[in-house]
């Protein structure tokens, strides 16, 4: 009869146990179900981030590197020095070139003013010549009537008419001479305004000769971290050559691969938990900011052509770009880093 109760006994307990878990169970499943109606939760997505290579634009022998691989770096810090000989020479050809150019334009404004100054003379010399003929033409009209009534000789007429056509042609040459002085002006001023368009062409080519010399100072286009380094100092490299490629630590945020089952009621500015796999027990608040307008397949190089007849149907992802609400709480993540996105509240 012991035996009996104590098995008796030993039933109930595990009944009860039994009970227990399932309720257990239960109760687990369905705060699963009220879980899983609050959010839309995937792990396919990744912390992206800008990584720009820095290239060369000019050709030419690395004579410093200064900068190590992984290396903290700020807006405008030097990372590649190469060798500047060449181009420093080509600008200070330049610098020679429009020097003469300046010169040039000095002596045209000394000839611009000398044949100003010679206008000037010119018409001073017209008003003596003017006056002369005046007064040469009154004593030759004078002496024509003296000569009619035979009261000077002709002999005497013809010194005062040799005068007033000497006296003429002096007022006439001193026109011509004043018409020449002003072509010769209008002549200076030309060749001062060919060469005025020929110095903005030598400067914009003496800037080029500096931006060319500039490019052999390599900085860095943001702050960031380097890559890995790949040059070493006496390289050669050619224009365009990627030389290291700069991190963007300023600026990061999660791509994440919803299905397209899911996304039917997300919108612009709806709440994000992230769960970053690499920090455990650490949880960041973000923000849809951008839905893809198409699926990640057909962002891809070769898509997916389903017209050829086998065609099996497979749930496409959609990208949603997520931003972190607190840009300075995530200095430990890094970029490729795998994460888990929950979008919170779905309407």
Known sequence: MKNKSKKNNSGGIFTITALVIAAAAISCFTLYLIEVKKYEETNDAQVESYINPVSARASGYITKVLFEEHQNVKKGDTLVILDNRENSFKVHEAEAILEDSYAQI??????????????LVAENQIASAKARLWQQKQDNLRYQKLLKDEAVTGQEYEQIKTKYDVAQNDYNATINTLL??????????????????????????????????????ITSPYTGKTGRKQILEGQQVQMGQPLVSIVNENEKWVTANFKETQVSGFYVGQDVKIKVDAIDGKEYKGKIQAIAASTGSKFSLLPADNSTGNFVKIIQRIPVKIVFADHKAIEQIR???NVTVMVVNRI
């Open 180 to 217: 020449n002085s002003q072509s010769k002006v209008k002549e200076l001023k030309t060749r001062k305004a060919l060469l005025d368009a020929d110095i903005k062409r030598k400067q914009a080519i003496l800037d080029l000769a500096k931006i060319n010399l500039s490019y052999t100072v």
């Open 106 to 119: 000095k002596v045209l404004d000394a000839g611009i003013n000398v044949a100003q100054t010679s206008i």
């Open 335 to 337: 970029s490729g880093m």
